[in-house]
């Protein structure tokens, strides 16, 4: 089948391979893939900002149709609309895994970085990182609940958004778009700041019940600043737009050291918090949220490309032109 994969380490490079399909250990199973979402950690993993286990396939964002069972995996599972958790392996053992943070853990495999991910036709993992998808869902939008599960991680545990809140999101992308509608559904007042070349994701922030704002046009105060742009500038203007005793939330991930007035949190008393990755609970949340109604996919996802259009796709995400981009494997193959 056909893999997304970066073969060398220190080569900032992808490229579309053969692979055999993998193994299937007791315990696990293979997953047909739906649709693998495209992401900003996608071009950090690339580029060799974000460590990996080469040679490997990408992709960490899943949604898709169990379609065979290993050893032992409980037998409803053979057909079942999925999204996976991000971690094929923790070591279990460590403080971390023991007090139930596994996203925190050293030892931390995940699919499409330390193991193989989802730009390809299948993918393997533990019975024990599956999630139903709610009834109705098409099996493609189940691969932006991992976003949504990085999210809830963030925002939910404990809750970072009071009912009557006034909530700035910096940063309209995906993050931004599925953190907004988090925010609003704990009874925030969300609004949603981008730059002038932001106008088609502020417009779709409009349209999922936001207030849009050009970052340069903030006036007022807010109770919660969620930054989801990893922007230096972004991220400086959040925490001068706090009221004194407010919340900073940092989502947008950067691997670059940027300038902020840390003074700040003396001088108004600030919270600051951040989260990593996911846990089994910020899934069940999101899952919760999906069911309620409470996020839409939908209007997030520009366009659903088939995995030979990787390189337009990706070069789409790197210059933040439209919100999500999803890759079909099986799309465009003939049965
Ligand atoms: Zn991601
Ligand atoms: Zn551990």
Redesign the pocket.
Known sequence: MKALRKLVADEARLSLEDVAPASLPPGHVRVAVAACGVCGTDLHIRDGGYASSTPVTLGHEVGGTVDELGAGVEGSWLGAQVALETFYS?????D??RDGR?NL????KSIGSGVDGGFAESVVVPASNLHLLPQGLDPRFGALCEPLACVCQSLLDPARVQSGDRVLITGPGAMGLLAGQVAASLGGAVTLAGTPSDTERLSVGTSLGMTAALSSELGGEFDVVIDCSGAGPAMALGLEMLRPGGRYVQIGQTDRAVSVRLALLSFKELELSGGFASTPRSWRRAITLLEDGAVRFEPIVTEIAPLDEWERVFARTESADGVKFLLAPTQGLSA
């Open positions: 923790v070591c279990g053992t460590c971390f895994c596994p853990c050293r030892q931390r």
